[in-house]
């Protein structure tokens, strides 16, 4: 059975999309913690990201990097962080995050709540700043 992020970059169900190649697909977090919250995910469906050969792996961090850079042009932040969890859903992913302090990226705290016109203008944003 196809995963989550399979669907999504398989069009099957919607995404606020950031940008994609053949490899890579970027989209918003539905579910932030910060504004800019970014999910990057190599399109052949690997559950662990060290399983990822060589060449797609970093693709996929050459990628997540490119997505940063749009991500910062947006959204004010001292620095983009990245984490890696992959327990949450079977298919490896990036969380490519805007953060200010070290404490950021904590996936206790509230999520962010946007609503769709919010999500779909972000993510306009962004894509206009990716190269």
Known sequence: MASIF???VQGEIPSFKIAE???CYAFLDINPIAKGHTLVI???EIDYIFDIEDELYKDLFQFSKRVARAV???VPCKRMGIT???LE???AHIHVVPI???YDIDFKKPKLKLSEQEFEQLAGEIRSHFK
């Open 84 to 86: 890696v969890l992959g």
């Open 6 to 8: 399979s669907k999504i």
């Open 100 to 102: 200010n302090t070290i």
């Open 72 to 74: 910062e042009k947006v």
């Open 21 to 23: 190649d053949d490899q």
């Open 89 to 91: 859903v079977p298919h």
């Open 42 to 44: 190599p399109k052949k």
